[in-house]
C-alpha cells in the first residue's frame, strides 16, 4: 500500500511523481476482496440496493459492451454504498450451452474424438474439466474493471442450487398446463444440430435471386406459375395457395397441378394471407420448410413432407435422384432439371434478409421435430402488465415500445436444445407403457404400470430458460432465504438493447410468476459502444478496441471515465484511442493536484473555531459553495442514471475549478507567515480534497483509494467505505459565487489581453474598471489582491457611475458581466515590433493561402484526388483564412492604440 502518514504527524507524506495503474489496481483489487468489503448482510441496517450481474458466458472474454456494462453497475453500487444502503452486486457465469459445446467439440476434434465417441457422460465430464481449467477468465477481467461484486455469493447457472431451481419451474409450468411437448416447426441449425428460438435467429441482409417456376395442370394444357428463393424445398410441396379473389385462378379453385420433378398432383388452395399484387399472386406452400406455409398447411389441413434432414442434406421423402445432397447440390440439380424441362421461366436478383443462428451464424432451416415449449402469453401478460402498472421502468422510456410489442406478439418459447451441455429436461418416458413423466425428483418407477424401466429426454433445455431465473434462483430460490427476503426484487437490472427479448423480457415473465412481483424496479438499457466513426465494432472490420489493452496501457480507471463521460442516456458511445488517453491526462491532473497537497498537509490540519466556509477569502466560501452544488449534481445525476452528466460535472469541477483555480489562489496562504490563516486554508484544503475523492470514487476507485490511502487523518481506511460526503445548507452562497465568477472572468479576460498582444508575462499590467453597479465595485475592492495575483496586475483603478475612470485612448478593453476593463498599452507594449511581427505573420499566411487555393483551383488536382483529400485541403483553406481574419483584427487594433498613443503624447507635448 501506498505509505501512511508518520506517526509523529509531522512527516508529510508524498506520492510518487507518476501514476502507475498496473501497481495500485492489483493492489487494492486483492485487499477489497481479502477484507470483504462487497459482502453483503442482509440484517445490516440500511435499505437493500442490489444488482445481479447479467451473467457472462462461460465462455467469453471482456469486450467493449461488458466492459461499459460493468462500469456502470459499479458506479451505482459504489455510489449507493455511499448513501448508506445495504448492497448486494451478485457475480457469475452462465453455462452457454450451444458455445461452450461447440468449444469442447472442436478442442475433442484436435484430438481425433468426437462427443459420440465419448458418450453422454464421459463428454459432461470433460466440458466441467475444460470449465475448471479454462472456463471464468472472465471472471478475473471483471476483477480487473474494479467491480465491487460479492464474490462470496458467485453463481454458475449449473450450480446445484440453480439447477433446483430450474427444475421446480419447469415442473410447476408443466403442472400448470404451460409446458408442453409437440411436433411443431422449428428454427434448425444444421451446424449446431439443435433447434433455436425465434429470437435466437439473426437476419442477415444477402443478395439472393427469386426463380419463377411453372406448375402445369395435369393435362399440361394450364398451370401457374410460382416464386421461390429455394427451389430445392417444392420437393415438399403439398398445395399452391392463391388469393379467393384473385380472377387470374379463378377457374383453378378445387383443382390441382402437378409438381414438377415428382410424381405427386397437389391442390390449388385459397386464402387471404396470399397477397395478389405480390409476385404472381401463387404462393408454393411447403409446410416443413417454412413458418408461414406451416400455419397455412394447419388451417387447411395440408399433409407435411420433410425433403431435409437435421444435418441439410435431402432425404428419403424426395426422389431417390436428389437424396444424399446438401441442400446447395440439390438447388443446382432442381435448377437444372426444370430448366430442361422449359419449367423454369424467369428469374430475378433481389435483397433479402436471411436467418442465421446467433452463434453460429450458419443459415437456418426451417424442420420439423418434437420439442419442448412454454406457452408464452400468459406469462407475457404478467410481464406487461408489470411495465404498464409502473412496477418496472425502463430507461429511457423508448425502449418500452420496443419491449411492449415483443410481448403483445410474442409465439411459443421452443425451449428444447438437441445438446448434452445444460440441463437436462427432467421428463421420462416409460418403456413400459410409452407414460411421460415430468418430476422434480428423479423417478425409479412408472406411476401408471409401475415399470421401471425409465427413459430421460436426451434434450437440454435452452440456456435463456435457466438465466431467465437469474435474479431469484441466485438469491436462493425455491427456498425461502435472508437474500431472498431482503434483496428481491433487485433495484436495476444494466444491459443492452440487444438482450432485451433473450433475457429482459424472459425474466419479466418467470420473476412475475414464480415471485408475485417483477424481478427489478428499474430497467437501465445502455448505449452500443462504437469505434470513433460511429460504425459498429467487428473483428470482420477490423475496429474492435480490447478493453483490456486499454486497461494495460492508460489504466482501468481511464477507460472507467471515458464510459462514464460519454453514456448519455439513449445515445450510443463513441470511442477512441484518443478519448480514453485523454482521461489518463485527467488521472494524472489529479495525482499532481493530490501530491501538491500532501506537500502542505503533514497531518490530519485541525479545524479551525469558525465554520470552514467562513474562512477569510472568496476562494474558500466559493469552494465550499460549489462543492454543494456538485453534490447535488452527482447525486440526482446518478439517481436519473445520466452517468455523463455526474462525470462532466466532477470533470469540471476537479480540472478547471479545484485544481486550476483554487490550488492557485491558495499558493500564498500555504507559504504565507500567518500560522493561523495557513491552518484554517489547510483544514479547507484537506477538507475539499476528501470531499472530491468520495464524490469521485465511484467512477474512479483505484486512484481515488490510492490517494485516500495517503492522506492525514484517514490514511488506512477504506475509501468504498466512506458515506456519501454531508450537505451543508450554510455552505450555499450566491454572493461569493458571484464574487469569484467576477474575479475569475476578469482574471481571464486580462491574460487574453496579455496573450494577444504578445505582453511580456513578467509585466505587473496597470488596469483601470468601470464597475457596472455599487456591489460590483465592492466585491472588486474586497478581492482587489486576488486579481492582481492572478492577473499579474496592480491593484485596480475602480470607477463608478458617479466617478468614472479616466481610461488612456490607448487601451484595451474588455466586458466581464457589465463592468469594462481597460489596460493602458503605453510602456507594455512595443506597438512598431509587434505590427511588423503580425505583418510578417500575415505575409506567411498569404503565401500559404495562395498555394493551396492553386491546387484547389486545378481541375486535374480535383479529378484525380479522393474526395477526402480534396476536402482536407478545402478545410485548411478554412482554418488559415479564420487565423488570418483574426490576426488583422489584432494589427487594426494594435495600429489604433498607437495611433491613440501618439495622439496623447502630442496632446500632452502641445499642452506643455
Known amino acids: 500500500m501506498a505509505a501512511a502518514a508518520s506517526s509523529n504527524g509531522q512527516e508529510p507524506v508524498t506520492l510518487p511523481k507518476g501514476y502507475d495503474p498496473k501497481d495500485v489496481e492489483s493492489r487494492w483489487s486483492a485487499w477489497w476482496e481479502e477484507r470483504g468489503s462487497f459482502i453483503a448482510d442482509p440484517d445490516a441496517p440500511g435499505a437493500p440496493y442490489s444488482i445481479v450481474i447479467p451473467p457472462p458466458n462461460v465462455t467469453g472474454s471482456l469486450h467493449m459492451g461488458h466492459a461499459l456494462n460493468l462500469t456502470l453497475q459499479d458506479i451505482l453500487c459504489r455510489h449507493h454504498r455511499q448513501l448508506g444502503r445495504k448492497v448486494l452486486w451478485v457475480p457469475g457465469m452462465d453455462h452457454a450451452g450451444i458455445a461452450t459445446q461447440n468449444v469442447v467439440e472442436r478442442m475433442l476434434a484436435k484430438e481425433g474424438v468426437s462427443r459420440h465417441d465419448l458418450g453422454r457422460d464421459a463428454f459432461i465430464e470433460r466440458v466441467w474439466q475444460w470449465k475448471e481449467e479454462y472456463g471464468g477468465r472472465i471472471l478475473n477481467q471483471i476483477r480487473r474493471m474494479g467491480a465491487s461484486v460479492d464474490w462470496s455469493r458467485q453463481r454458475f447457472t449449473l450450480d446445484e442450487g440453480l439447477s433446483r431451481a430450474v427444475r421446480e419451474v419447469f415442473v410447476t409450468l408443466y403442472e400448470d398446463g404451460l409446458i408442453y411437448k409437440g411436433k411443431y416447426l422449428v428454427n434448425w441449425c444444421i451446424r449446431c444440430h439443435t433447434a433455436l428460438a425465434d429470437d435466437e435467429v439473426e437476419f442477415t441482409p444477402k443478395k439472393g435471386v427469386l426463380y419463377q417456376i411453372k406448375y402445369p395442370t395435369p393435362d399440361g394444357t394450364d398451370g401457374l406459375v410460382v416464386a421461390t428463393s429455394r427451389p430445392e424445398t417444392m420437393l415438399g410441396d403439398t398445395a399452391v395457395c392463391v388469393h379467393p379473389e384473385d380472377e387470374r385462378y379463378l377457374h383453378l379453385h378445387g383443382k390441382t397441378v402437378r409438381l414438377p420433378l415428382t410424381d ?43 425433403v431435409q434432414d437435421d444435418e441439410g442434406f435431402i432425404n428419403e421423402n424426395a426422389p431417390e435422384r436428389f437424396r444424399g445432397l446438401a441442400r446447395e447440390q440439390a438447388r443446382a440439380k432442381v435448377l437444372a432439371e426444370l430448366a430442361e424441362l422449359g419449367l423454369l421461366v424467369g428469374q430475378t436478383e433481389y435483397d433479402h434478409n436471411v436467418g442465421v443462428c446467433y452463434r453460429c451464424k450458419s443459415v437456418i432451416e426451417p424442420h420439423v421435430s418434437p420439442q419442448w415449449f412454454v406457452k408464452v402469453k400468459p406469462l407475457a401478460e404478467e410481464a406487461l402488465a408489470a411495465v404498464t402498472d409502473g412496477r418496472t421502468s425502463i430507461h429511457p422510456e423508448s425502449w418500452t415500445k420496443t419491449y411492449n410489442h415483443w410481448l403483445e406478439n410474442i409465439r411459443d418459447w421452443c425451449i428444447s436444445r438437441q445438446l448434452w451441455w445444460g440441463h437436462r429436461i427432467p421428463a421420462w418416458t416409460c418403456d413400459g407403457c410409452g407414460e411421460v413423466i415430468v418430476a422434480r425428483e428423479t423417478p425409479t418407477t412408472c406411476p401408471k404400470c409401475q415399470g421401471s424401466q425409465l427413459v430421460q429426454d436426451e434434450d437440454v433445455l435452452d440456456t435463456w430458460f435457466s438465466s431467465a431465473l437469474w435474479p431469484f434462483s441466485t438469491l436462493g430460490w425455491p427456498d425461502n432465504t435472508k437474500d431472498l427476503a431482503a434483496f428481491y426484487p433487485t433495484s436495476v437490472l444494466v444491459t443492452a438493447f440487444d438482450i432485451i427479448f433473450f433475457w429482459v423480457a424472459r425474466m419479466m415473465m418467470m420473476g412475475t410468476r414464480f415471485m408475485g412481483q417483477p424481478p427489478f424496479k428499474d430497467v437501465y438499457i445502455h448505449a452500443l459502444v462504437r469505434d470513433a466513426e460511429g460504425k459498429k465494432m467487428s473483428k470482420s472490420t477490423g475496429n474492435v478496441i480490447d478493453p483490456l489493452d486499454m486497461i494495460d496501457r492508460f489504466g482501468t480507471d481511464s477507460l472507467r471515465f471515458t464510459f462514464a463521460a460519454f453514456a448519455a442516456m439513449g445515445r450510443d458511445i463513441r ?82 475549478e479545484f485544481c486550476d483555480w483554487y490550488l492557485e489562489m491558495i499558493k500564498p496562504e500555504l507559504s504565507g507567515e500567518d500560522d493561523a490563516r495557513k491552518q484554517a486554508c489547510r483544514a479547507c484544503l484537506w477538507t475539499g480534497l476528501t470531499e472530491t475523492l468520495v464524490l469521485l470514487h465511484p467512477i474512479m476507485p483505484f486512484v481515488t483509494q490510492e490517494i485516500w490511502s495517503c492522506l492525514p487523518g484517514v490514511a488506512g481506511e477504506d475509501l468504498s467505505a466512506q458515506p456519501y460526503p454531508e450537505r451543508r445548507p450554510q455552505c450555499v452562497n450566491p454572493r461569493a459565487a458571484h464574487a469569484f465568477s467576477l474575479i475569475q472572468e476578469s482574471v481571464v479576460a486580462i491574460r487574453a489581453i496579455r496573450g494577444e498582444l504578445n505582453i511580456s508575462p513578467g509585466l505587473e499590467l496597470a488596469v483601470l474598471i468601470q464597475t457596472a453597479n455599487e456591489e460590483d465595485a465592492q466585491l472588486y475592492a474586497e478581492n482587489a489582491g486576488m486579481l492582481s495575483l492572478l492577473a499579474r496586475c496592480k491593484a485596480p483603478a475602480l470607477g463608478t457611475q458617479a466617478a468614472p475612470v479616466n481610461a488612456p485612448r490607448a487601451s484595451a478593453t474588455a466586458v466581464v458581466q457589465g463592468n469594462v476593463i481597460f489596460v493602458p498599452l503605453a510602456g507594455a507594449v512595443d506597438f512598431e515590433t509587434e505590427i511588423a511581427r503580425l505583418d510578417k505573420e500575415l505575409a506567411k499566411l498569404d503565401k500559404e493561402i495562395t498555394i493551396v487555393n492553386k491546387k484547389l483551383a486545378n481541375e486535374g488536382f ?32 494594435l495600429v489604433e492604440a498607437r495611433d491613440d498613443a501618439t495622439h496623447s503624447n502630442a496632446t500632452a507635448g502641445g499642452n506643455a
Do not use: C
Open 862 to 893: 480535383r479529378a484525380k484526388a479522393p474526395a477526402e483529400v480534396v476536402a482536407k485541403e478545402k478545410e485548411k483553406v478554412e482554418m488559415m483564412s479564420d487565423k488570418s481574419a483574426t490576426l488583422q483584427a489584432r494589427r487594426a487594433r
Open 264 to 306: 405427386r398432383e397437389i391442390p390449388v388452395i385459397t386464402d387471404t394471407y396470399v397477397e395478389k399484387d405480390f409476385g404472381t399472386g401463387a404462393l408454393k406452400v411447403t409446410p416443413a420448410h417454412d413458418p408461414n406455409d406451416w400455419e397455412l398447411g394447419r388451417r387447411h389441413g395440408l399433409e407435411v413432407i420433410s
Open 575 to 656: 470511442l477512441s484511442e484518443e478519448r480514453i488517453e485523454g482521461y489518463r491526462h485527467f488521472v494524472n491532473k489529479l495525482w499532481n493536484a493530490a501530491r501538491f497537497s500532501l506537500m502542505h498537509l503533514p497531518e490530519a490540519p485541525a479545524m479551525p473555531a469558525h465554520p470552514l466556509h467562513e474562512t477569510p477569502g472568496v476562494h474558500h466560501a466559493w469552494l465550499f459553495h460549489r462543492l454543494e452544488e456538485l453534490k447535488t449534481q452527482v447525486q440526482e445525476a446518478i439517481a436519473g442514471y445520466y452517468f455523463n452528466e455526474a462525470a462532466q460535472a466532477l470533470y469540471s469541477f476537479i480540472w478547471h
